[in-house]
């Protein structure tokens, strides 16, 4: 083969010389810079976190268009209602069904659970994806958002399983407190009322009283825009706030040489008074000790009045110093009930 043939630059000059004098005949030698450093893209890495917790969680993750058409986003709202959202549209689109671009990953999420609904009896699915949001003549903005959709039954079809029992508002709310809990997100939950979501079932999630994120059932005039067979249980977060409040630490105790001592209490309060504040004002009075609350049992009955409840709590105490006695325990349950006292005018139910 002619040298010249085929060589169009340096390098090509460069490879013949060493081919022709032998690679071998060429001494090795190290680089003479350092690597460039590695450095993390900590969004990248936090998102990723979210996807292995949502997948751990028996969440499907999937992956829709970003391209959708209004009509398409209005099935999230009761049929009359027309949304009021501006969408960046585009000038030259693919199809007629993806002529703007989404303001709403929630929706991309229900219908693949809509046309999946007829072919497996549970789903789970999850999407991080963004969204489109116009700003006049600059581009738009690209929010990600974390939407999440179950529906069918609570158990896998066999001979000793419960076949009529659904999935429910309790088994989405218990995803998205293991997930924020995963993430070790400080969060409370406040009742909510959402257009695409079922009064009285569904929930906000608030971070330092601030919502980010809502869940819950589909409204019954929502779930009739789709081709359900069961009631559908969804979710829609900001991820972006979600993963700037992820902390960079979090503090971990050693598992304790000393055993608990466990103890239900219940306590009457007024209707109206929301469990959590039950709970966290229980927390506060417990201190270091109450290694764990947990709320059992409420009931409704004329045993205990009209316009309230009993709540039943399972408190856990634990020292990190010592075994604990029957009076310790006493001391501070005896502190937990005064307080409840105090503040709710709580009764201890005998």
């Not at 049929?79 to 693919?94: A, D, F, H």
């Not at 993806?98 to 699915?125: D, G, P, Q, W």
């Not at 009209?306 to 001391?331: E, N, R």
Request: glycine share 6%; net charge negative; aromatic share 8%.
């Amino acid at each position: 083969m002619d040298i010249g043939e085929g060589l169009t630059g340096v390098a090509d000059v460069m490879e013949e010389i060493a081919r022709i004098y032998g690679y071998h005949r060429i001494p090795e030698t190290l680089m003479a810079d350092p690597l460039p450093p590695q450095r993390g893209n900590l969004s990248y890495e936090r998102e990723e976190h979210v996807r292995d917790i949502m997948v751990s969680l028996g969440l499907n993750e999937i992956i829709t268009h970003r391209m959708t058409r209004v009509e398409t986003e209005n099935r999230l709202l009761p049929k009359g209602t027309q949304s009021s959202l501006e969408y960046v549209r585009l000038v030259n689109p693919i199809a007629p069904e993806y002529a703007v671009m989404r303001r709403s990953v929630l929706s991309s999420v229900l219908e693949v659970v809509e046309h999946n609904a007829r072919l497996r009896e549970t789903l789970a699915f999850f999407e991080i994806g963004q969204v489109f949001i116009p700003q006049g003549e600059e581009l738009p903005l690209e929010p990600r958002r974390l939407a999440f959709a179950l529906t069918g039954r609570r158990y896998e079809s066999a001979w000793d399983s419960k076949l009529g029992v659904k999935l429910d508002f309790y088994d989405l709310k218990g995803i998205v407190e293991a997930l924020l809990a995963s993430l070790h997100l400080d969060v409370t939950y406040v009742p909510a009322e959402h257009p695409s979501f079922h009064p009285g079932k569904c929930a906000a999630a608030m971070l330092d009283n601030v919502p980010f994120g809502v869940f819950g059932e589909l409204h019954p005039a929502v779930q009739a825009n789709y081709d359900f067979v069961s009631p559908v249980l969804a979710g829609d977060f900001d991820l972006e706030a979600v993963l700037a409040a992820i902390p960079t630490g979090f503090d971990s105790r050693p598992v304790p040489e000393f055993p608990p001592v466990l103890e239900d209490i219940a306590v009457i309060v007024d209707e109206a008074l929301p469990a959590d504040r039950v709970e966290t004002l229980i927390r506060q009075t417990g201190g270091k000790m109450l290694a764990d609350v947990k709320l059992f049992d409420v009931f409704h009955g004329d045993q205990i009045g009209a316009g309230k409840k009993s709540l039943a709590y399972g408190l856990t105490y634990q020292s990190f110093d010592k075994t604990l006695t029957d009076a310790d325990a006493a001391q501070i349950r005896n502190k937990i009930v005064k307080r409840l006292e105090q503040e709710f005018g709580a009764k201890l139910r005998s």
